[in-house]
């Protein structure tokens, strides 16, 4: 039992440094907001927006119809593939690898 106790104190001091990717919502019960998203001003939020609407209207518009929607192609590729980079989470993923391995030394449970 102590060994679990201690198993237990390792996943939560993990998870406390790991895991703040998403934060509990506080103006909507049960949902989560991501804590790791900027933007330079409503400008650049704003522009990001744009650039992902107009990569979806590239992708819908397929090979036959070269025109694009938007004046600044490159700039909508670039900004919308940054922002799906800034998504990925990464810290998260090291605390699931962590608990994983802290799980299969201690042999808990057959996984």
């Known amino acids: 039992m ?3 106790h201690k198993l237990v104190k390792k996943l939560k001091r ?3 440094s790991k895991l ?3 934060h509990p919502s506080q103006s909507r019960k049960g949902k989560f907001k991501p804590s790791f998203v900027y933007f330079n001003g409503y400008s650049d939020l704003f522009t990001t927006i744009d650039a992902l609407i107009n990569v979806c209207i590239l992708a819908t ?3 036959n119809n070269p ?3 938007s004046k600044e192609l490159e700039l ?6 940054e922002l799906a980079s800034s998504l ?4 998260e993923g090291e605390f699931l ?3 994983y391995q802290m799980l299969v030394e201690n042999n808990t449970e057959q996984l």
Do not use: C, W, Y
Request: net charge positive.
């Open 61 to 63: 518009q397929g090979a």
């Open 2 to 4: 102590k060994k679990k």
């Open 97 to 99: 690898d962590d608990a």
């Open 76 to 81: 909508d590729i670039r900004k919308t593939l």
């Open 67 to 69: 025109q694009s929607h």
């Open 20 to 22: 703040n990717v998403l």
């Open 14 to 16: 993990g998870a406390h």
């Open 88 to 91: 990925m989470p990464f810290e």
